[in-house]
């Protein structure tokens, strides 16, 4: 399965309330989501979202490499992932990130040739049983995503992790 198109869309998203940390307050999200597209028709999504405020780089940065990046994977093998998200750029401002989106649509796109969640290609928990934790480390309620909204499941103690993004 050969990468047919890289493409990319920024996003910016507003929070509920801010978040605050020791290194400032964040109103919103913003960064890039990744579509690759493979010859079998496949589409694979990741998303870039650095955190410069955490030493990460900025989106510019990972914009930048990811467009430096795309011409070359056209025509590669989906199956080599570690072969070609690796290299010595590793340093660059905007690679770890650009990097991360890659890895995680090249997954997504993998999983899907498998009819698998990604979790599944990667040995985890199946969605369907995993629980996360709340801020004060108890189980959170169970929750769904429907019509883009995230709504509790009544009387449930878990929350859901779907395998699949919605349909693009």
């Known amino acids: ?10 996003f910016r998203v507003p929070l509920s309330r801010p978040f605050e ?4 307050s964040l109103t919103h999200r913003e960064g890039l989501l990744v579509r690759i597209t493979t010859d079998a028709g496949l589409v694979g999504l990741g998303e870039i979202s650095p955190l410069p405020a955490f030493g990460g780089s900025t989106l510019a940065d990972a ?4 467009a430096r990046w795309a011409p070359s994977l056209i025509g590669a093998d989906v199956e080599a992932i570690d072969g070609w998200l690796t290299g010595p750029e ?3 401002p905007g690679t770890v990130a650009a990097r991360g989106g890659l890895d995680v649509a090249i997954h997504d796109a993998l999983a899907r040739r498998r009819g698998v969640s990604v979790a599944a290609l990667l040995g985890g928990v199946p969605a369907s049983r995993a629980t996360a934790p709340s801020r004060g480390g108890a189980a959170c309620p169970a929750r769904r995503w429907s019509a883009g909204r ?3 499941r009544a009387g449930s103690t ?3 992790l779907l395998p699949s993004p919605p349909s693009l």
């Open 1 to 10: 399965m050969k990468v047919r198109r890289v493409r990319w869309d920024g």
């Open 21 to 24: 940390t020791a290194h400032g």
């Open 63 to 66: 914009r930048a490499v990811l």
């Open 90 to 92: 590793a340093s660059e």
């Open 150 to 152: 995230c709504e509790r």
């Open 158 to 160: 878990r929350r859901s």
